[in-house]
């Protein structure tokens, strides 16, 4: 009796074990594949981060800040080149429209420094200009600084950014512009 036991677990432990593929053998297994197609994020200027008309000290330095929020503020040699200290026209941040799928979160993100190059009044090239400082205000996050925005039911959101126009002492009459890119990003 006990040689059949032994034979029962050897042939047990034998059909455990896994076999070596023979030649011409094969497996299949199913799987899926999936995807989800949202709308693409968009990000549409409104307006231009504008400094309004301002003027430059020979002797000092200066900056003008336009508020992600609104509003200038004028520093060192730079002030406002009109009646009221600082009510000047056009004065404004850029404004962007983001759209994309509603409810969805997003980054936004913009450069550190941009350059503005310029033209003088009477023609050629003026000495470029730095724009440092950008500031973000988001309406999907109002009073708060962030760069990540929430998209309302509609799918929508809006983006101020604000910065701050360095000014060297001297700087001779120009109409200056740069481009300001930001870039939108499902979080």
């Known amino acids: 009796m006990r040689p059949v ?11 455990a074990t896994p076999a070596l593929g023979a030649t011409g053998q094969s497996s299949t297994a199913l ?3 999936q995807a989800v197609i949202v709308s693409p994020i968009i990000a549409v200027s409104l307006g231009d981060l504008d400094f309004g008309s301002l003027t430059s000290s020979q002797t ?30 056009g004065i404004a941040p850029a404004r962007f429209l983001v759209s994309g799928e509603a409810g969805r979160s997003y980054t ?5 420094v941009i350059t503005a190059t310029g033209t003088l009044m009477g023609g050629g090239s003026a000495p470029a200009l730095l724009i440092d400082a950008l500031s973000l205000h988001l309406d999907s996050h109002a009073g708060s600084v962030t760069s990540m925005g929430q998209l309302d039911n509609k799918g929508e959101d809006r983006i101020a950014v604000g910065g701050r126009l360095n ?6 009459p120009a109409h200056y512009r740069a481009t300001l890119t930001i870039m939108v990003t499902y979080s």
């Open 5 to 15: 036991r032994l034979g029962l677990a050897a042939l047990a432990a034998a059909a």
């Open 31 to 33: 799987g899926q594949a």
């Open 60 to 89: 000092a330095s200066g900056t003008v800040t336009v508020g992600a929020e609104g509003g200038a503020t004028y520093a060192g040699g730079a002030g406002p080149a009109c009646a009221g200290g600082g009510a000047c026209a």
């Open 108 to 112: 936004v993100s913009a450069p550190a």
């Open 167 to 172: 000014v060297p002492a001297g700087t001779a």
